[in-house]
């Protein structure tokens, strides 16, 4: 740890208990951070994160918060500049907050109280050489905990993020060329998510052809239709004011014709699901600005209606 020099980074240490913040922050500043932030409650704490902090240390039973939920606010750029700066959460094993639940919240790493102030600086120090890859989905953002990949690609979805404290303590970056990093990932993101939501579309359809295959139950490919349904407004909902707008003409056919299949008696029948998943190619294969795009697109939603009919 002494090759490396903490000068310069912005940190918030979310602590209810002085003496230990007063090592954490006694050894960090021993190794050249000045300005950490000490929070007793959650109050302090949002205020601390306004400037472009990279790195929070928090106690998951800091008073008024909720751990989970602030760590999701962070990822989503709804608190604070930086929805990539690095979360460790600490606990003591009677923390009343769910462990299990904190550790999938989107933070880089979990330490289990009492810990020395040395082992956090060193942890942190492992930050220098690079943080895993993130999780986009529509309701988390974060490091992916999964050990194994799933055969439905469904998790396919990583992005890498910056490290902004790696950029400091290494790269020496300027705070200019950081709000430079941080706003691109920011779009990426965006982006990203973009395409999980249409990748969702195309894995229901894909489950329900299965399930059409295997004679599944009727409630069991209503609950996909009804899903695939919501994934579709989700859709919608990208590109309905966007250049892509023919994006969302597509999908709001599939939710139609979802919902109109899961209101139905019984199963669905094999033209409406194999209908869906053309629509679910088409609305993937359609996703550019194209002239000629939008006119496939308006000829599909033309055909689909005519097909539907009148709600």
Avoid: W
Wanted: with cysteine; proline share 4%; charged share 25%.
């Amino acid at each position: 740890m002494a090759a490396f020099s903490y000068k310069g980074a912005q940190m918030v240490l979310g602590e209810p208990d002085p003496l230990f913040s007063r090592n954490i922050s006694d050894a960090l500043g021993s190794r050249g951070l000045k300005d950490l932030a000490i929070c007793r409650d959650a109050e302090s704490l949002r205020l601390a994160m306004v400037p472009m902090i990279d790195l929070v240390l928090c106690d998951v039973d800091l008073p008024g918060m909720d751990f989970c939920e602030t760590a999701q606010e962070i990822r989503q750029s709804a608190l604070g500049a930086n929805p990539f700066a690095i979360v460790i959460a600490t606990a003591r094993p009677s923390a009343q907050a769910d462990v299990g639940r904190v550790i999938k919240s989107g933070i880089d790493d979990f330490l289990i109280k009492p810990m020395t102030a040395d082992l956090v600086v060193r942890r942190v120090g492992t930050f220098a050489d690079g943080r895993r890859p993130f999780v986009v989905t529509n309701s988390y953002i974060g490091p992916s905990r999964r050990a194994k990949r799933r055969e439905d690609g469904s998790d396919d979805d990583l992005i890498e993020v910056p490290n902004t404290l790696r950029s400091k303590m290494i790269d020496n970056a300027h705070l200019s060329q950081l709000r430079q990093i941080i706003d691109a990932a920011v779009t990426a993101v965006g982006q990203k998510k973009n395409e999980t939501r249409l990748k969702a579309v195309v894995r229901l359809t894909q489950k329900l052809l299965a399930q059409q295959a295997e004679h599944s139950r009727a409630g069991e490919m209503r609950r996909t239709l009804d899903l695939l349904a919501e994934k579709a407004d989700e859709v919608v909902a990208d590109h309905k004011d966007s250049a892509t707008a023919h994006v969302a003409e597509i999908a709001a056919r599939i939710g139609k014709l979802a919902r109109r299949i899961s209101s139905g008696s019984g199963r669905p029948g094999n033209v409406e699901v194999s209908l869906l998943a053309r629509l679910s190619d088409a609305v993937v294969s359609s996703f550019t600005a194209s002239a000629a795009a939008v006119e496939i697109a308006h000829a599909i939603a033309g055909m689909v209606d005519k097909y539907i009919g009148p709600e």
